[in-house]
């Protein structure tokens, strides 16, 4: 039956909350204010792009969604303790995230640092313990092998190190190997999950050109609304790109360009999406976010 992509995002969302308060840790008393520090900026209420990409190729290649909950988790994770990170004064220095004050203006720089630690130290636990089912021992250990890969020196670290790079280079080359490490790495292995947690490799180049276009797409719109979209809407403080005088695709193209360049993507993401089975909200998932505007 086919359901409206709002209903689809709303549905799979709801799914992956329900599911992970099964595996979100607890904590001994001392540590109180750590969970609840990792709490408020978890469940802050974002969009789940990437669990719902994860949850999305897995019903698109026929696997059980169930068996990676534990990854998509893992995930999510990583990408909010990298959230509470980016926002403090040493990073971006940003108060509010997703319409909220951000985690260390609520508890303070330490605790906020400890939160994000926390999380994604926990992050490798629930990945490579669930799902407790033998058959997939092999797949969790390659998911966390390419887990680290994606989060580490090699990806998202590597790509926040040259986003704050005073010398970095002003060209399309650098930025868009940055963006491939910062925000496409954990795209993409968002994507592979179910293939990486099954074990099956059939369609793994055809998803992975997929994932890498659409967290290229991603970024640009991205770049795009902090100069088009509002505070309100994005749920953080617009025009801070130009404001640091950011390398970004609007900066480097202008906007005009940078919109040229996300109808291109878009195009090769979708051409993409099309060589995968079962892909009608894959498709959908890259006109989302060639759309979006927050």
């Known amino acids: ?8 995002l709303k549905q799979k969302r709801e799914f992956f909350e329900r599911k992970v308060r099964d595996y ?14 990792m709490e408020y900026s978890f469940f802050a209420g974002g969009k789940r792009f990437r669990p719902i990409l994860a949850l999305t190729a897995c019903e698109a290649l026929g696997f059980n969604s169930e ?46 640092i400890l939160a994000g630690d926390a999380l994604l130290t926990e992050a ?3 990945a490579s313990r669930y799902p407790e089912k033998k ?28 986003d704050i790079d005073e010398n970095k280079p002003f060209n399309e080359q650098f930025l ?16 592979l999950t179910p293939l990486i947690i099954h074990n099956d490799y059939r369609f793994y180049s055809d998803v992975k050109s997929y994932a890498l276009n659409l967290g ?5 719109t991205d770049d795009i609304l902090d100069i088009e979209s509002s505070s309100e809407k994005l749920g953080k403080t617009a025009g801070k790109d130009i404001e640091q005088h950011k390398l970004t695709f609007v900066t480097l193209f202008g906007i005009q360009g940078a ?19 079962n892909n009608k909200y894959l498709v959908k998932l890259a006109e989302y976010i060639f759309s979006r505007d927050k």
């Open 259 to 277: 919109k040229n360049k996300a109808k291109n993507v878009f195009e090769e993401t979708v051409k993409c999406a099309k060589k995968i089975p």
């Open 67 to 112: 068996d990676i909950i534990p990854a998509c988790l893992a995930i999510e994770m990583i990408h909010s303790y990298s959230l509470i990170h980016d926002d403090l004064p040493a990073m971006d220095n940003d108060d509010f995230r997703r319409g909220k004050p951000s985690n260390h203006k609520v508890f303070g720089e330490g605790t906020a």
């Open 24 to 37: 979100f840790p607890s904590t001994f008393k001392e540590a109180e204010i750590v969970l609840k520090a």
């Open 124 to 126: 490798f636990y629930i």
């Open 216 to 220: 290229l797409l991603f970024q640009i």
């Open 135 to 162: 058959e997939l021992t092999e797949g969790k250990l390659k998911f966390v092998t390419q887990l680290s890969d994606s989060a580490g020196i090699r990806g998202m670290v590597g790509g926040q190190v040259m």
């Open 176 to 191: 868009e190997k940055l963006h491939m490490a910062k925000t496409g790495a954990m795209i993409k292995v968002s994507a």
């Open 1 to 8: 039956m086919t359901i409206s992509l709002s209903d689809y």
